[in-house]
């Protein structure tokens, strides 16, 4: 801030010049007005011929308060009568009768401020013509003005670097006491160690700092939950993924025991279920960690304009094989062309086809498993009927709980995760999953409901 002080200290002090070159002006020509006053009013000609009676006194005062030299003149306008100091240097342009005029000249090499005014002489001189001017000049040294100036400037320069000294001092004062909690801010953020995801205290910073504090905390929070996420997640794949591996060594090294080949058969046939088993499971959790990235606003999905009809078709085909290896009722059921949403295509089919998945594992041979897509009070409803066991009120109320199965589910195979994934896309797009026990039963609906009016205009979440 200081180079902007100066330079508005600069600018000030060109003002300050300008201005008080004009007052001083105004000060110093009144003495000249006065002096152009005393003087006409001692110029007669009534003998015919130009007579002046010069009031010395009052010249002697005015030499005085200028400090140098006064020089006077009094002729006609035709420079045939003159008295005083001749050839004063007249205006640039013609003067106007009765009408004191101020000008800047030089006067034999020296700087002088000059005072003129013309008037009518009368009675004329002998044999002039009527309407003959005479023109009156007092100069004075411009000694005493530029001194004046000098000494005002000098001391509007002192003041102004004592502001700006004063300025310095108090600016760098304060920034040293504004910085202090930001310094100890620091110093305590270098000090924590890189587990430590605590919210940084604000109570001793600067209130316009604590904005800058918010967010960083803000952050902070969104890399806890992030660390969070991943440790859960190794810890996730550590615990489930051990086990199946395990399993799967234990069957290869059986394998190359084996002689029979039908028991080897065997073998590869439960190593290439567990492999089945471990690749969904594998699949899920990564689904999981990309649904947690997403809301946390760290993940690459785009949300766009998506078609939910065209959407459940798609997932509907992709599974039709398993549906035809158990024989099962497996239809579409929509009333509607289109069904406009905006959210996820990638999410939202991730999410349906573990609900399809989920009713053509539970589902016995041969039974029905439907999914209908519509519109309902307003809502997008996304909806898997099986003909399963369906779930108990118990399981219904944990069902979005990680690697927790039902007990219809314990002869299954799965790995708890499909509802849990389900459940947690339809909070990314502000919906929810419903689940119910169909009436009459068996069965399990399984529904996906989504605010459609908040999104079919293309408005982001």
Known sequence: MLPALAMVAAGGLWLSVRLLDDLANAAYDRSLAGALRAIDLNISTDSGGLAVELPYRLLQFFELTASGNVYFRVATEDGLAEIGNPDLPLPDHPLRSGRAEFYNA??????????????RLEPPLYGANEGQRIVIQVAESVRSRLGFTRTVIMRA??????QILLSALLLTAGVIIALRP????SEEINARGPEDLRPVDDSEV??????????INRHIARHEAQAKAQRQFLDDASHQLRTPLTVLKTQVDFALRESDPQAVRQALQAMHTGIDRSIRMANQMLALARVHDASLGESSVPFARIDLVELAGECVRSLLPAARAKRLDYGFDTRAERLPFFGSALLLREALVNLLDNAIRYSPEGSVVTLSV?????????RVEDSGPGMSASDIERAGVRFRRGQAGKDKPGAGLGLAIAERIAKLHKGQLVLENRDPGPGLRASLVFPRSKYQNGVSP
């Not at 320069?157 to 004592?162: C, G």
């Not at 930001?182 to 801010?185: D, G, K």
């Not at 519509?374 to 996304?382: I, Q, T």
């Open 106 to 119: 030089e006067y034999f090499g020296e700087p002088v401020r000059v005072g003129a005014m013309a008037r």
């Open 157 to 162: 320069i002192e003041r102004d670097a004592l």
């Open 182 to 185: 930001l310094v100890r801010l």
């Open 206 to 215: 600067p209130s316009e700092v604590q904005p800058l504090v918010a967010a």
């Open 374 to 382: 519509g519109g309902e009070d307003d809502c997008a409803v996304l």
